[in-house]
């Protein structure tokens, strides 16, 4: 075999692994792509439902009693104040099929079952006063 054949052979050989590269990398980016644009229209969908689901007339809480928090927590619910009779403070997370809490959701969750929770006040004109 000359030397002319073998960097031929060589260049040729170099060309068809980057056509296959290349049609392997558009294949996986467009598989990307798809499952991106799935992924964000499954966000979408899932807080319009957030912002949805109180009106359901199946839902157990009053919307009127619901404070939508979004981070953290979905729903923090003031149950029966709108009536004007405080039963309890809900703190609700919406989930769908087999999702689990997040971790930080899970410590929310601890926090509350072992009820180290308390109300405080901040007043902001001792901060002005200050000056």
């Known amino acids: 075999m000359d030397i002319p054949t073998l960097i ?3 260049l040729l050989g170099f060309l068809i692994g980057m056509a296959l590269m290349r049609i392997v990398a558009n294949t996986e980016h467009k598989q990307i792509r798809k499952t991106a644009v799935k992924g964000s229209k499954n966000q979408i969908l899932w807080e ?3 912002k949805v689901l109180p009106a359901l ?3 157990p809480y009053a919307p009127k009693d619901m404070l939508f928090v979004g981070k953290w927590c979905d729903y ?3 149950d029966g104040l709108t009536e004007g009779r405080l039963r309890e403070i809900i703190f609700l997370e919406l989930k769908s099929g087999n999702a689990r809490l997040t971790q930080n959701e899970a410590a929310i969750k601890y926090i ?3 009820k180290k ?3 405080t006040e901040y007043r902001i004109d001792s901060v002005r006063n200050k000056e």
């Open 8 to 10: 031929a052979g060589c």
């Open 48 to 50: 319009l439902y957030e």
């Open 57 to 59: 007339p199946d839902f």
């Open 76 to 78: 923090i619910i003031f």
């Open 112 to 114: 509350l079952d072992h």
């Open 117 to 119: 929770v308390r109300f």
